[in-house]
Nanobody, 118 residues
């Protein structure tokens, strides 16, 4: 069973920064992961893609976060990161880690709350 453990959420003032981390494991072992991504869901809204990154490091960002957020990954640790700078109140949401792994399908993290105060 794939396990995703997220960390790094919290409360921050507008203009501040947070770094989210998501570590993936399968029965306690490192395994091959292709796509990794971060999604978010604000109250009353649909879940939306924030950023994704391929195994080779190709990235894609939602227009609303371009220039402020940076996604990265450490393949040796099966970990994906989201550095969030210049946070705005509209970034407030539950952030979910997502991975796609050959033979193991897709998996979601439990979610971590990010709250940005004005």
């Amino acid at each position: 069973q794939v396990q995703l453990v997220e960390s790094g959420g919290g409360l921050v003032q507008a203009g501040g920064s947070l770094r989210l981390s998501c570590a993936a494991s399968y029965s306690g072992r490192i395994f091959s992961i292709t796509g990794m991504a971060w999604y978010r869901q604000a109250p009353g809204k649909q879940r939306e893609l924030v950023a994704d990154i391929s195994r080779g490091g190709l990235t894609n960002y939602a227009d609303s976060v371009k220039g402020r957020f940076t996604i990265s990954r450490d393949n040796a640790k099966n970990t994906v990161y989201l550095q969030m700078n210049g946070l705005k109140p509209e970034d407030t949401a539950v952030y979910y880690c997502w991975i796609s792994a050959p033979g193991r399908g897709i998996s979601w993290g439990q979610g971590t709350q990010v709250t940005v105060s004005s």
